[in-house]
């Protein structure tokens, strides 16, 4: 089993839609998560952390579900713009070194 | 935050051949990461440049094929030895926002380079 999960999708929704993404990680040692955004062949950028009660940055809101190994990516009111693949990143506690899955592929359409 | 110029931005070589691959930061940092995205894969460690020691390479690399400098804490390079086809990848150098590293460090990442080897 990898060490993070994602659906790769890709998730083809319209403009306005609300997208949910999951994302799985097997070490229960893990303590920090991310997301990270990365568009076509660009490199991958921070979009945003996780923090344990959950966090919101504008339409982009992040859970963690420490219980069940997952965390969540919700965006609302979805843009062209948002079209990228979203990677799930993961720390486990007293590594510096991040593991990334292997993204998620948002298309909005008009 | 840290910028990160890599070049080449894209290559296509001959099997056989080297390619080296530059990451300049602005700024010091304590290690570098270089990375290799395949197609629809997620970004796969190769080795953590160490200055001044040589590379930490993760299982499945090794310092033939990817030997790595680190002359300085703003600068490395990669170097992809031996190609063979199945090394057309995305390679990809990063660094962490913090010194000391830690779990919420931020990573910056290169441009990016494009290998096609043919």
């Known amino acids: 089993r990898k060490e993070v999960e994602q659906d790769p999708g890709p998730f083809n929704v319209p403009e306005g839609a609300t997208v949910a993404f999951n994302c799985t990680y097997s070490n229960s040692a893990s303590q920090s998560f991310f997301w990270y955004r990365q568009d076509c062949r660009k490199e991958p950028k921070l979009l945003m952390s996780v923090y344990s009660s959950g966090n919101e940055d504008g339409r982009f809101t992040a859970q963690l579900n420490r219980a069940s190994q997952y965390i969540s990516l919700l965006i609302r009111d979805s843009k062209l713009s948002d079209s990228a693949t979203y990677l799930c990143v993961v720390r486990r506690g007293g590594s510096y070194i991040p593991t990334f899955g292997r993204g998620t592929s948002l298309i909005v359409h008009p | 935050s840290a910028v990160i110029s890599q070049k080449p931005s894209r290559d296509i070589c001959q099997r056989g051949t080297s390619l080296t691959i530059q990451c300049q930061v602005d700024s010091q940092v304590t290690m570098m990461f270089w990375y290799r995205q395949q197609p629809g894969q997620s970004l796969t460690l190769i080795a953590t440049a160490n200055q001044g020691s040589e590379a930490t390479y993760e299982s499945g690399f090794v310092i033939d094929k990817f030997p790595i400098s680190r002359p300085n804490l703003t600068f490395s390079t990669l170097t992809v030895s031996n190609m063979s086809p199945e090394d057309s990848s995305i390679y990809l150098c990063?660094?962490?926002?913090?010194?000391?590293?830690?779990?919420?460090?931020?990573?910056?990442f290169g441009q990016g380079t494009r290998l096609t080897v043919v």
């Open positions: 990063s660094v962490e926002d913090s010194p000391g590293g830690g779990p919420n460090t931020e990573a910056f």
